[in-house]
């Protein structure tokens, strides 16, 4: 069923639990040391981003996040089109492709690291890795969920070859190839994040993690805020794109969460 | 239509995947015997298996993989039992779902690892604290495509139920439920796979059992055949984990994968 689009009501319990918050920390029920209050942590976000600091490692960690997706958005695109129109390639493919898939991406960062050594290459490698294999999986996957009905109109009507391609098995299966591109994204974002966390000096993840281990509370909300904002912002920034851009696609409150 | 037994065994669906796996493993050993590739980087398959070998037989391999498993299993219920409950709550009362529906819609996209840092400061390095961080997320997955799964329930269903005569519990366990358990499922086995990644990330950062310890400890003191073959034991439970449920499902809902196919969800 659909559900009217979001209004002012889904800020009630938001800012509810804001509110709640606050009162518990003036109460004395919440120390400031471990839960600061949104009073406090307010200003201390204003001062770290003013600081700049905190926009150092935005940008490292959204540029980590970046150039793997550039790297791996064509090859991806054409490797899943491909597999997904020829059943002997998706086959003989299968056996890789569906250990890649399955296996979580961080565990193959130990081998990289081996062969590449500790540095910001294996980062970037094993990120790129992780959109490369979404995005190739689900472009697959939107040329094989393609109704085999309108590829028959298509045909109907003397599209073959490259038109059929262009205008009609392509526009089907764009849908799937975009919610491969934002899955790609949110998971790489939580590999960065994961590699940050140990492995590297700077990044969103470095710095929360740094801030956890010298019980900075509020360096630490701070932190997880920007993080938090990041993944908000991938998740329905490019949702709305993709209404925009796609208008012909189905809109499905529970797909965004796939 | 199902064809037989025989004719699977030589069909294309099975011996092509096996004939690539196959060239890829004969490859990759000729090559480290011809010293193309670094024995130091990829042993030869062979030496990986003898290395598997002994760790099963001295136990170790049993122990890691033992509490990976079950601490995938625990969280996971940690995740599905409450995030169910919340789920359908907020499919069947608007009031739920006023209320929780935010909240959620909130905090899902945040990538899940980032959970672990704050809640190890509260927690500490404990059992707990991993578990929970591999639960979170997965929790309001399970949530989110629950309150999904109700609301898609198609009222001439409910009203049928009703006219029948159908109340309360007995609407809720003969109707709502087998009706929306497809869609239930197809969150579980989203969130078994979030969670899993989310458990050997956080054991690779912080624990010194588990596959991801291992994988992760392995690397460190440069054991390579023991860390291929961590690898390999995550990737099996992987595609357990991916593949496994799935499986499940169909065997538990027949009468449903037929219209999952259908309507493109598989």
């Known amino acids: 069923m659909a559900r009217p689009q979001a209004s002012w009501r889904v800020l009630v319990s938001p800012l509810i639990v804001v509110v709640v918050w606050e009162l518990l920390s003036a109460a004395g029920i919440l120390r400031p040391n471990y839960v600061p209050p949104p009073s406090q942590l307010g200003p201390h976000l204003l001062a770290l981003l003013a600081g700049g600091e905190l926009w150092r490692h935005l940008g490292v960690t959204l540029y980590r996040l970046g150039l793997s997706f550039v790297f791996a958005l064509i090859p991806a695109i054409l490797l899943g089109l491909s597999l997904g129109m020829s059943r002997t390639a998706r086959l003989a493919l299968e056996p890789i492709l569906t250990s890649l898939y399955a296996i979580p991406k961080i565990a193959l960062l130990p081998l990289v690291m081996l062969v590449l050594g500790v540095n910001e290459r294996t980062l970037i490698f094993t990120s790129t890795l992780t959109s490369f294999v979404q995005m190739t999986v689900s472009t697959m996957g939107g040329v094989l969920a393609v109704d085999r009905s309108i590829l028959e109109a298509g045909k109907n009507y003397g599209a073959t070859g490259w038109r059929l391609f262009r205008y009609v098995l392509f526009p089907s299966a764009l849908p799937d190839i975009f919610t491969g591109m934002r899955i790609g994204l949110s998971l790489t974002l939580v590999l960065v994040i994961a590699v940050e966390l140990t492995a590297a000096q700077e990044g969103l993840g470095a710095f929360l993690w740094t801030a956890g281990q010298t019980f900075s509370a509020k360096n630490l909300f701070s932190a997880f805020i920007v993080i938090g904002v990041v993944g908000l912002t991938l998740t329905y920034g490019l949702e709305r794109i993709g209404n925009w851009l796609m208008p012909w696609r189905e809109r499905s409150s529970a797909a965004m969460f796939l | ?266």
């Open chain 2, 1 to 266: 239509m199902v064809p037989s037994r025989v004719t699977w065994l030589f069909s294309r669906e099975l011996t092509i995947p096996l004939a690539t796996s196959l060239v890829v493993l004969a490859a990759w050993e000729a090559l480290v015997h011809a010293g193309f590739l670094r024995a130091a980087f990829f042993p030869p398959p062979t030496n990986i298996a003898s290395t598997l070998f002994g760790l099963a037989v001295s136990g170790e391999l049993w122990l890691h993989a033992g509490t990976t498993l079950g601490r995938l299993i625990v969280s996971f219920l940690m995740a599905l039992i409450p995030g169910t409950a919340l789920g359908l709550a907020m499919g069947w009362w608007i009031g739920m779902r006023l209320t929780a529906d935010p909240l959620v819609r909130l905090l899902f996209p945040i990538p899940s690892i980032a959970f672990f840092p704050v809640v190890i400061f509260y927690l500490g390095l404990s059992e707990w604290g991993l578990l929970l961080t591999a639960a979170i997320t997965p929790f309001l997955l399970i949530a989110v495509q629950s309150a999904a799964a109700v609301e898609s329930l198609e009222r001439t269903l409910l009203e049928a139920g009703r006219n029948y005569g159908a109340r309360g519990r007995r609407l809720f366990l003969r109707v709502i439920l087998p009706a929306a358990l497809p869609r239930l499922f197809i969150g579980y086995r989203l969130a078994l796979g979030v969670g899993f990644i989310v458990t050997v990330a956080v054991e690779m950062v912080a624990a010194k059992h588990g596959l991801g310890g291992f994988l992760w400890h392995s690397w460190q003191i440069l054991r390579i055949e023991e860390m291929y073959v961590g690898l390999m034991l995550i990737g099996l439970l992987g595609i357990l984990v991916t593949y496994g449920l799935e499986a499940l499902a169909d065997r538990m809902m027949p009468w449903q994968v037929d219209l999952l196919r259908l309507k493109g969800q598989r």
